[in-house]
Nanobody, 125 residues
Framework: QVQLVESGGRLVQAGDSLTLSCIVSERTFSDYAMGWFRQAPGKDREFVAAISATGDRTRYADSVKGRFTISRDNAKNTVYLQANALTPEDTAVYYC??????????????????WGQGTQVTVSS
C-alpha cells in the first residue's frame, strides 16, 4: 500500500513563504507522477501543481504560477512545494497525490490514486 505523508503546513502572515513536503512510502517512487492539490473551506479541491516522474516537467495552476515551485528528490522519496508571497487566498488544506506514470503528470484529482491526509496552511492578513 502506497502511503503519503505531508508536512510543513502552519500559520503564516501574508507575504511569507513556506515549504511543504510529502514523503511517499513506495520503493519505486521514481516511477510516480506527483501532484499537489488544495481545498479551502466550502470550496472544491483544486489543482495546484504537478511534476513528472523524472522531475523534468512541471505544471502550475494560474493562481500560483510564479509564486509556487514543485520539486522532487527521488533519492528521498519526497516531493516539495515551495510557496512564496502567500496571500490569505492560499489558505487551505494542501494534499499531495501520486500515480504510477513514467510519461505523464496529471492536473485533475481523478488522475491520482493515492492521497495523503493533508496539511493545513493558514495565511493571515
Amino acid at each position: 500500500q502506497v502511503q503519503l505523508v505531508e508536512s510543513g503546513g502552519r500559520l503564516v502572515q501574508a507575504g511569507d513563504s513556506l515549504t511543504l513536503s510529502c514523503i511517499v512510502s513506495e520503493r519505486t517512487f521514481s516511477d510516480y507522477a506527483m501532484g499537489w492539490f488544495r481545498q479551502a473551506p466550502g470550496k472544491d479541491r483544486e489543482f495546484v501543481a504537478a511534476i513528472s516522474a523524472t522531475g523534468d516537467r512541471t505544471r502550475y495552476a494560474d493562481s500560483v504560477k510564479g509564486r509556487f515551485t514543485i520539486s522532487r528528490d527521488n533519492a528521498k522519496n519526497t516531493v516539495y512545494l515551495q510557496a512564496n508571497a502567500l496571500t490569505p487566498e492560499d489558505t487551505a488544506v494542501y494534499y499531495c497525490a501520486a500515480r504510477p506514470s513514467l510519461s505523464r503528470y496529471y492536473t485533475y484529482s481523478e488522475g491520482y490514486g493515492y492521497w495523503g491526509q493533508g496539511t493545513q496552511v493558514t495565511v493571515s492578513s
